[in-house]
T-cell receptor
Framework: DQQVKQNSPSLSVQEGRISILNCDYTNSMFDYFLWYKKYPAEGPTFLIS?????DKNEDGRFTVFLNKSAKHLSLHIVPSQPGDSAVYFCAALRKAAGNKLTFGGGTRVLVKP | DTGVSQDPRHKITKRGQNVTFRCDPI?????LYWYRQTLGQGPEFLTY????????KSRLLSDRFSAERPKGSFSTLEIQRTEQGDSAMYLC????????????????FGPGTRLTVL
């Protein structure tokens, strides 16, 4: 039972262009959604989050959009930089469930110079 | 400000041996989480602590797994009689825990311990 899914295992984008990563979920009880970035041999690094009561959150080059009716969220990175090349994980949590994170399978992003 | 640290970073063991991993959370973080990540998958929740109390264990955590956080600071994860299926990256994360006015409780991850069972 995969409650959080990232259907694109990989994404390749040119430096300076927009990267769009997508995530779908099934559990309407999730309170928060988060994006983490992971480099090889390192732990995930928190990027940005959004509350289930909002539809957009922006932090510098990163913007997360939430469409509750479609149970879909996306992460936009503008402009993409070579240092953004990493695996990106979408995650969700319920406060009532101890905040444990439920992760998607990840999307590998390659930003070409 | 040091982040979450984990030791060892890599562990190779033979099937049937016991292994123990250590996690040191960010100072003053009340919550500590363990996750497991296998190749090509996202991390999966194993267990978590609020201070020294273990509040939840996933059904992924078989009887061969035990976790402790004796003084509410560092935590250990022990796997007894390791099996090849235990080979994975074991990740630890910590968070402050909710306080007044705080809307969310971000988890910060350590670098992980990669376990290989031969």
């Amino acid at each position: 039972d995969q409650q959080v899914k990232q259907n694109s295992p990989s994404l390749s984008v040119q430096e300076g262009r927009i990267s769009i990563l997508n995530c779908d979920y099934t559990n309407s009880m999730f309170d928060y959604f988060l994006w983490y970035k992971k480099y090889p041999a390192e732990g995930p690094t928190f990027l940005i989050s959004i509350s289930s009561i909002k539809d957009k959150n922006e932090d510098g080059r990163f913007t997360v959009f939430l469409n509750k009716s479609a149970k879909h969220l996306s992460l936009h990175i503008v402009p993409s930089q070579p240092g953004d090349s990493a695996v990106y994980f979408c995650a969700a949590l319920r406060k009532a469930a101890g905040n444990k994170l439920t992760f998607g399978g990840g999307t590998r992003v390659l930003v070409k110079p | 400000d040091t982040g979450v640290s984990q030791d060892p970073r890599h562990k190779i063991t033979k099937r049937g041996q016991n292994v123990t991993f250590r996690c040191d959370p960010i100072s003053e973080h009340n919550r500590l989480y363990w996750y497991r990540q296998t190749l090509g998958q996202g991390p999966e929740f194993l267990t978590y602590f609020q201070n020294e109390a273990q509040l939840e264990k996933s059904r992924l955590l078989s009887d061969r797994f035990s976790a402790e956080r004796p003084k509410g600071s560092f935590s250990t994860l022990e796997i007894q009689r390791t099996e090849q299926g235990d080979s994975a990256m074991y990740l630890c994360a910590s968070s402050l825990g909710y306080s007044w006015g705080q809307d969310t409780d971000t988890q910060y991850f350590g670098p992980g311990t990669r376990l290989t069972v031969l």
